[in-house]
């Protein structure tokens, strides 16, 4: 909440749009000193992101990772709580799914090994972040610390677990061995053709639905309006006789819960296998789109889709400017970050300025 008292559509609509082109201008800056015109590079990637069909699937593919990733920061910070362990709940969800294939698909049924191998990626990714909410709970440990400490263990274990365990021998590649082909996960183009060879699945369908199950929870359930009132003010949520404790540990395994659920679009919707360091940084990148959404389910949809498509125009787009790295796409959402994030109400003062001196003058 900005201390400026702002109207709702200012907060979370009009302070995202100016930050967010507060950072695109500092991006075009960048790419104006290497050397390249940032209104034709704007349009290069807008036109491989957005407007081709084929660049617009791989956008949705890369913004469904973002949803589960973004949805998970944005239900804990309801509780008051910064999540930032979404990598390494990513990861052990990941985990958790790869065991049931890697162990079920030659013998089981797909329609078995499938809703298994996905329930299973949210069990994984809510036990590794009960562990921190437990902590902070019961034994008082920040909530960012020990997530961030989870993270480097996860990586660890993972980097064990696939090198020493799953890669089959004599396989060169750091991942384990194929999935079954039955249990690849079906792709949107398979009914929208349109889309071609891209790897947006079935995962897209079931990461909207948990846009609309988050808001239903948030919003229309008790418990939802338990977890605000914890985060708003905990004196007043005890006061009120809910467990602030209980609550904490339940945030926190649904927050890993859908964190977990996010390697399902990567893992069984592409690549087929689980390999090391797959989660490439969507579990920080969560944070971004939990932030720039300001925790409603349409704005983390939308910052969801920005940061595929800066994905996926930014791989466009250093192909054909060879003076752009594609390096500059993890600093534009850097930028993106820091005003939305650590700057987020840097417009605030001029904006309730501006809207105080309208109504005055309208009341005159």
Not at 61 to 88: D, R, S
Not at 322 to 333: K, Y
Request: with cysteine; hydrophobic share 55%; proline share 5%.
């Amino acid at each position: 909440m900005n201390p400026h008292n702002l109207p709702g559509w200012a907060t979370n609509l009009l302070l995202p749009i100016l930050n967010l082109i507060s950072a695109m201008l500092v991006a075009g800056v960048v790419i104006y000193a290497l050397g390249e015109s940032p209104t034709e590079s704007l349009g290069i990637l807008v036109n491989s992101a957005f407007l081709n069909p084929e660049g617009l699937g791989y956008t949705l593919f890369y913004a469904t990772t973002f949803i589960f990733t973004g949805l998970a920061v944005a239900f804990a910070l309801h509780a008051g709580l910064f999540n930032i362990g979404g990598e390494g709940q990513m990861y052990i969800g990941g985990l958790g799914m790869a065991l049931v294939v890697l162990n079920m698909d030659a013998a089981w049924s797909p329609w078995l090994v499938i809703p298994l191998a996905i329930l299973m990626s949210t069990l994984f990714g809510a036990a590794w972040a009960f562990l921190p909410g437990y902590l902070q709970a019961k034994r008082g440990s920040h909530i960012v610390v020990t997530t961030i400490m989870f993270n480097f263990i996860a990586a660890s274990l993972m980097n064990y677990i696939i090198v020493s365990l799953l890669i089959p021998v004599g396989q060169q590649s750091t991942s384990s061995r194929q999935f079954a082909e039955a249990t690849w996960l079906p792709r949107l183009n398979e009914w929208l053709p349109v889309l071609g060879q891209t790897p947006v699945n079935i995962s897209f369908v079931l990461a909207l639905a948990a846009l609309g199950l988050y808001a239903l929870v948030m919003w229309r359930t008790s418990w939802g309006y338990g977890v605000s009132t914890v985060g708003l003010n905990p004196y007043a949520a005890h006061y009120a006789g809910i467990s602030i404790k209980g609550t904490i540990i339940g945030v926190m395994a649904v927050s890993g819960a859908l964190a977990g659920m996010a390697a399902v679009n990567s893992q069984m919707g592409s690549s087929h296998n689980l390999g090391l360091n797959f989660t490439a940084g969507a579990g920080f990148i969560g944070i971004a789109v939990a932030l720039m959404g300001r925790n409603h389910p349409i704005g983390i949809l939308l910052s969801a889709v920005l940061f595929g498509g800066l994905i996926q125009g930014g791989f466009d787009l250093s192909l054909e400017k060879s003076n752009i790295p594609p390096e500059t796409f993890v600093f534009i959402q850097g930028l993106i970050i820091l005003f939305c994030g650590a700057m987020e109400n840097l417009y605030a003062p001029a904006l309730s300025a501006l809207l105080n001196s309208y109504k005055k003058r309208s009341a005159v």
